[in-house]
């Protein structure tokens, strides 16, 4: 390791400084204003200081990546599932996978428990948990051709807690993609702006493959530049579209937005990654990164207040009108995506480490990767915050409790004691050209006020409505790119998963397993979603309730691997990196699970819902969110399926984290009767960067490796053309 220098120390110094005096401000603040800047400060500061120093840390030191040794991606290059990829392409795909709705709408909900509980677990989280889950993943599934978490929980741990983890990793899956897909469909249904815009997308990424593929191979600056080119183009002509003759084709139902999703996804998880899913996710990655960069340059231009309370009332009482439950562990469950989520590890051992260059990377698409996904949901609290607390509880708390005027809607949150008048309702509503902006659950509309609400003093308040619409696009874009990339990561499991019975299936690009799993996994949560779509109360919206659990339930199945692994491959005193996060997890996930089969508040309890509704039933009333008889009986099906639902998840959990430490203490006992099921060592001959920007040591390597490249082509050529057959 070298030493420090003085201008580095003093910089870092500063780095720290910043980040300090952030945390500094949000914790000591008392009833006075506090600007976000502060906010967005602590988590720079923090961010650069935890990259620099514990990912290097964790990189070199703990998992001692080798820069000598192929990758599946060089070994196994097939063109379809396995090619190495340039690591800025891979960041944007991986970054783009991985942040799909969790880090935009979690937050936002979370809000109502205060600022400072999510800016903590965010911060926190993700440094010490989420980004270290998610490198440590992709370093291992790396090592072993890229298997996925429940593959290598069979492999790794054995059949028993392996079966459980690859039925759990499954279920929870389906369960992630059909959420996905529905906040989609929600957010592009009669909206022909957004479904031009994010279609163009399509054709643009297909371009951008065939240019880094075919015609210019390498020059990742030109098609970048040329990619960011006609994104632009085709965001600003969407709103064209939909204010020309073409609106109407570009308007879709719902029911059409499945079938086209459903198709998508199909085609997205069989076309090869260098075609369409990673050129499409590393180009929506720079519409990602530039808003949120252009947000948090807005807070420091603006310094806007924070208007939310730093804790609110609802985070020690546990009756918030958004969600139902205490601080703990509910704030842990709401808040996933962004500071730890389950869902990561899918494509940390799906997609990405199937095209990763080097093992060097890992820290950058990793770690990295994870720490821009948390800025985006700093930025989200931020624009949930600095709006009026008011109007954020009108828009996300439920019709049933707000009503449905703004005059109800004004008595409802003066009785959460907070005041809006029912005017400035209204004047919110027409500032962004809504009829409505009343019981707008689910985050993504609050992000979007937010979001207008910083921009438009940047740009002035005419653009307010311009920048509302535009901000319902961007997370209908940052939330596809998850479900292409998901869908893909379900059919490498379900193919790991049958190759165990039938061989054929482990080669993951054989033709007929790759085109039955891809569509076995798209029907299972098209079906969801279909159904989801048609009925208010089924489908997809039935399993809803559980989504924030199974994607911490996955987390605690990643960490308890990625902790057997590091016991098994002889580092066992850095076990405490994944074992830490691992027990916070587990006791926050299961207490919630316990609380949501066990708990007697039907608001929380599934149970308990099931009992008061089939109470009502029987003394013929009608409860909300039900209209009628019918609603019900699917209310009481629905509480029946969730809770048994959860209690399954969590006793498989349990399950794999028995089986990993009766592993991890077999192998302490007796460290030569377990071994690891790694790829054998194969010296690379690629030679690449291992962060954004090459050192002068990497730069220097490289120039060997093309003239030793061009010195082997002219030997062959002096020697002619029968000299290869002879030998």
Not at 119 to 145: C, E, K, Y
Not at 430 to 438: A, F, H, N, Q, W
């Amino acid at each position: 390791m070298r030493r420090a220098n003085p201008r580095s120390i003093v910089i870092w110094s500063l780095v720290a400084l910043v980040g300090a005096a952030g945390w500094t401000v949000l914790a000591l603040a008392r009833d006075e204003e506090v600007s976000a800047a502060w906010m967005v400060a602590a988590a720079l500061g923090s961010y650069a200081v935890a990259y620099r120093f514990y990912s290097k840390f964790i990189a070199y030191r703990v998992l001692k990546v080798d820069k000598k040794r192929a990758t599946p991606a060089e070994r196994l290059d097939n063109g379809i599932d396995f090619h190495p990829t340039d690591r800025r392409v891979l960041l944007g795909h991986h970054f783009a996978a991985i942040a799909g709705a969790g880090p935009l709408v979690g937050p936002v909900l979370a809000a109502q428990m205060g600022y400072l509980p999510g800016t903590i677990w965010i911060i926190v989280g993700v440094i010490l948990a989420g980004a270290v889950q998610d490198m440590v993943v992709l370093f291992f599934s790396t090592r072993r051709d890229g298997k996925s978490l429940g593959q290598m929980a069979r492999e790794e741990i054995g059949p028993f807690g392996g079966a459980a983890a690859l039925l759990a990793t499954f279920a929870i899956m389906i369960i992630l993609l059909g959420v996905l897909a529905l906040v989609i469909v929600n957010a592009l249904a009669e909206s022909p702006w957004g479904t031009f815009s994010i279609a163009m997308t399509i054709p643009i990424a297909l371009l951008m493959g065939f240019y880094l593929r075919v015609l210019r191979p390498g020059r990742v600056s030109e098609v970048s530049l040329i990619g960011v080119a006609l994104l632009l183009l085709a965001l600003v002509s969407g709103r064209w579209v939909a204010e020309s003759s073409l609106a109407d084709t570009f308007t879709l139902a719902p029911s059409t937005l499945v079938i086209w999703l459903v198709a998508y996804g199909f085609i997205a998880s069989i076309l090869p990654v260098w075609m369409l899913l990673a050129p499409r996710d590393y180009l929506s990655t720079f519409m990602k990164i530039g808003t949120i960069l252009l947000l948090a340059l807005g807070v420091v231009i603006t310094l806007p207040t924070l208007k939310m309370d730093p804790v609110t009332d609802f985070a020690s009482r546990g009756d918030g009108p958004v969600f139902a439950g205490s601080l703990f562990p509910f704030v842990f469950i709401t808040i996933a995506c962004g500071a730890l989520s389950g869902f990561h590890v899918l494509i940390s051992s799906g997609t990405t480490p199937k095209m990763i260059q080097k093992e060097t990377q890992v820290r950058m698409i990793g770690y990295g990767s994870m720490l821009m996904e948390s800025s985006v949901a700093v930025m989200a609290l931020v624009a949930a915050s600095v709006i009026d607390p008011g109007l954020y509880f009108a828009m996300n708390a439920p019709a049933g409790v707000v009503g449905q005027t703004v005059q109800e809607a004004s008595k409802a949150v003066a009785g959460f004691g907070y005041s809006i008048s029912p005017a400035d309702l209204a004047q919110a509503a027409k500032d962004v050209e809504e009829s409505s902006l009343l019981s707008r659950t689910g985050g993504a509309p609050t992000l979007a006020v937010g979001v207008s609400e910083i921009f438009s003093k940047v740009t002035g308040g005419s653009l307010r409505a311009f920048w509302y619409h535009f901000a319902i696009m961007f997370e209908a874009l940052f939330i596809l790119t998850a479900l292409d990339a998901g869908t893909r990561v379900g059919r490498f499991m379900l193919q790991d998963m049958l190759g165990n019975v039938y061989k054929p299936f482990k080669n993951l690009s054989w033709k007929p397993g790759l085109l039955l799993t891809s569509a076995a996994v798209t029907g299972l949560w098209g079906y969801f979603l279909w159904v989801g779509v048609h009925e208010p109360l089924g489908g997809i919206n039935q399993l809803f309730p559980v989504f924030g659990i199974a994607n911490q339930l996955l987390a605690a199945v990643a960490l308890a691997v990625c902790t057997t692994l590091l016991v098994k491959s002889g580092r066992l005193k850095w076990a405490w990196i994944t074992g830490i996060p691992l027990a916070w997890d587990a006791t926050v996930t299961l207490t919630a699970s316990w609380q949501k089969v066990f708990s007697s508040d039907p608001r929380v309890g599934f149970f308990q819902q099931r009992a008061n509704y089939q109470d009502a039933i029987d003394e013929g009333k009608v409860l909300p969110p039900a209209k009628s008889m019918d609603d019900m009986h699917t209310v009481v099906t629905n509480s029946t399926v969730d809770g048994v639902l959860s209690a399954a998840l969590a006793l498989l959990v349990v399950i794999v984290i028995l089986d990993a430490a009766r592993v991890c203490i077999k192998h302490v006992r007796a460290p030569g009767a377990t071994r690891l099921k790694e790829a054998p060592y194969v010296e690379s001959k690629l030679t690449a960067p291992a962060g954004l920007f090459a050192t002068s040591e990497e730069k220097r390597e490289a120039r060997e490796a093309q003239e030793a490249q061009e010195a082997s082509r002219e030997q062959r050529a002096a020697a002619g053309p029968g000299a290869g057959a002879s030998s």
